[in-house]
């Protein structure tokens, strides 16, 4: 018999921060919190799609937080950004998750994160989702099933794709992220009535939100969303703070092996694939079209101003896209401009 494989140390960020959040953890417990589900709206497939998991399946994505009993959570979570991210995880808690008049029992990770995919049959569209932990209180969310007919999805970064933020400058950023109201950010002029204008041509497209920030941000950005008028998706994103092997993760490598994991899972579809031009979206968006053409509808990339590419990048050469190959690429400086160039290439 071989010898069971040895679990990979933890890198020292990431004991660190265990070490903090279960002292954290057991004081609140100690003071009365109890445990609170806090559910993100997952996806899934219907019968008839095929797909890797064989079966129909939703994805289920949620968080296991200290929260007060019975507390106002939603006026919580409506809080200023910084108190968002001042949250203490219930590492590796036990979850029942409902769903499709079936019940699951799960296990979320070390950062408090469920993310599972459940072999349930449903219906296209939104479907409700109750995440109940261990001793705690549940959440309520949902999941939107695609259907076998569905053409095609839209994938779309942003942080200055929808939502002008001038991440790059630290400072700047720092300030939109954990002081500035929510309500005082702007969108990208004419992103909503780009989608919106892409859906009424396919009324079954799949929309996903794909962005390096942190599950944090979260709720602040479906109210951002939803405030602005852009269609309903799922929210992709990251886990905040040390990884198990080093202090950051690559925000290159997440974008890369979501797009991935929705080309594997949802085949059916060609993906409008929605980003900027001041960082990695280039690079990330060639790599896709070389590995996969045919799934790739079209590339949208936002330009960026001048001033907008020197805090983004320096003085470094914008990437190029010659790599997409046969996909068409569009440039445009606003959703106004994108629209009116996709429709053009025929691609609307």
Request: proline content about 8%; some cysteine.
């Amino acid at each position: 018999m071989n010898a069971p494989a040895e679990t990979p140390a933890l890198h020292i960020a990431a004991v660190l921060e265990d070490t903090v959040n279960r002292r954290l953890v057991g004081l609140l417990r100690r003071r009365g919190w109890v445990p609170h589900a806090q559910v993100h709206r997952g996806y899934g497939a219907a019968a008839g799609v095929p797909a890797p998991h064989g079966v129909p399946w939703v994805r289920v994505f949620g968080r296991v937080l200290m929260s007060r009993p019975q507390s106002p959570y939603q006026a919580w979570v409506r809080s200023r950004g910084w108190r968002s991210f001042f949250t203490a995880q219930v590492e590796h808690a036990q979850v029942r998750v409902e769903v499709g008049g079936q019940v699951f029992d799960v296990r979320a990770d070390r950062a408090g994160l469920v993310d599972v995919v459940l072999a349930v049959e449903l219906t296209e569209g939104r479907h409700e989702v109750v995440m109940t932990p261990l001793g705690g209180e549940p959440g309520r969310g949902e999941v939107v099933v695609v259907p076998p007919d569905a053409e095609c999805g839209l994938v779309s970064d942003i942080d200055d794709t929808v939502m002008v933020t001038w991440l790059p400058r630290p400072f700047i950023a720092a300030w939109n992220t954990f002081v500035r109201h929510e309500t005082a950010r702007a969108e990208v002029p004419g992103m909503p009535d780009l989608y919106q204008e892409f859906l009424r041509e396919h009324p079954k497209t799949f929309v996903v939100y794909l962005s390096t920030g942190a599950w944090n941000t979260a709720p602040f950005l479906r109210r951002f969303l939803r405030r602005h008028g852009f269609p309903v998706g799922p929210l992709l994103l990251t886990d905040w703070g040390p990884t198990n092997t080093g202090w950051f993760r690559s925000g290159r490598e997440h974008k890369l092996g979501a797009l991935r994991r929705l080309r594997e899972e949802l085949p059916h579809l060609t993906w409008l694939l929605v980003g900027d031009d001041g960082q990695h979206d280039p690079d990330i968006y060639s790599t896709v079209a070389r590995e996969a053409p045919d799934s790739v509808r079209a590339v949208l990339l936002r330009e960026l101003s001048p001033a907008e590419q020197v805090l983004s990048r320096g003085l470094t050469p914008p990437e190029s896209d010659e790599g997409m190959g046969p996909v068409p690429v569009v440039h445009g400086g606003d959703g106004y401009r994108l629209a009116e160039r996709l429709r053009a290439v025929g691609r609307m």
